[in-house]
């Protein structure tokens, strides 16, 4: 069974730039989620789906990041502008339903914003 | 707050030998915690998973102890090898919700 798949796998970008990453869940997998991985850190949830509808965006900053996912599978977490502080490693993870606890994470996409 | 602290925040062990890695949490109330391995450059993976009655839990060499009373949890690596090295992050989640907390991981460092 294929794991979740991210990319790019790494990224380095000037700040004021936009950058998106792109995440492909588990197949079948309804429950998709975005994190952010500070250095030394663990995750920190920026967005929950469940099937196409965003259900928690609470700690998503709406000034610059947007996230979609369309048809509810594939998903796609954009940045615009970048600021230095977004420099990071963004996580992809799903899992199979609503309140299956199981998360299954991406490799990651490392961000450097320079 | 809802928190979830672990310690050592790193530790380096000489291989075959067996270490404690300690998580602490203040999220009430309480439904699951479960510690997850990050190998470097890759994504969390599950190790173990406990509720609250359950105090004890295996996965081959790591044994995850849970006391809900003094909300401290423990995972336990027996004779450690090399590809153990890696970030062990606690998670907790709590009984309302789908949140879960995460702590900032121990680093393990297994050396030869």
């Known amino acids: 069974e294929a794991g979740v798949v991210q990319s790019p796998r790494y990224k380095i970008i000037e700040k004021k730039q936009p950058v998106a990453f792109w995440c492909n869940p588990i197949?079948?997998?309804?429950?998709l989620y975005w994190y952010r991985q500070n250095l030394g850190q663990g995750p920190e949830l920026l967005i929950r789906?469940?099937?196409?509808?965003?259900?928690?965006d609470s700690q998503l900053p709406k000034d610059r990041f947007s996230a979609e996912r369309l048809k509810g599978v594939d998903s796609t977490l954009k940045i615009q502008p970048a600021e230095l502080g977004d420099s990071a490693v963004y996580l992809c993870?799903?899992?199979?339903?609503?309140?299956?606890?199981?998360?299954?994470f991406g490799p990651g996409t490392r961000l450097l914003v320079l | 707050k809802n928190q979830v602290e672990q310690s050592p925040q790193s530790l380096i062990i000489l291989e075959g030998k067996n270490c404690t890695l300690q998580?602490?949490?203040?999220?009430?109330?309480?439904?699951?915690l479960r510690w997850y391995k990050q190998d470097t450059g890759r994504g969390p993976v599950s190790l173990t998973i406990?509720?609250?009655?359950?105090n004890t839990k295996s996965n081959g060499r790591y044994t995850a102890t849970l006391d809900a009373d003094t909300k401290q949890s423990s995972l336990h690596i027996t004779a450690s090898q090399l590809s153990d090295s890696a970030s062990y992050i606690c998670?907790?989640?709590?009984?309302?919700?789908?949140?879960?907390?995460f702590g900032a991981g121990t680093i393990l460092r297994v050396k030869s």
């Open positions: 993870a799903s899992s199979p339903g609503t309140f299956q606890e199981t998360q299954y």
């Open positions: 197949s079948g997998h309804n429950t």
């Open positions: 789906y469940e099937n196409e509808e965003a259900v928690d």
């Open positions: 998580c602490n949490y203040t999220v009430s109330p309480f439904s699951n």
């Open positions: 406990m509720t609250f009655s359950e």
């Open positions: 998670v907790v989640r709590g009984e309302y919700g789908n949140k879960l907390v």
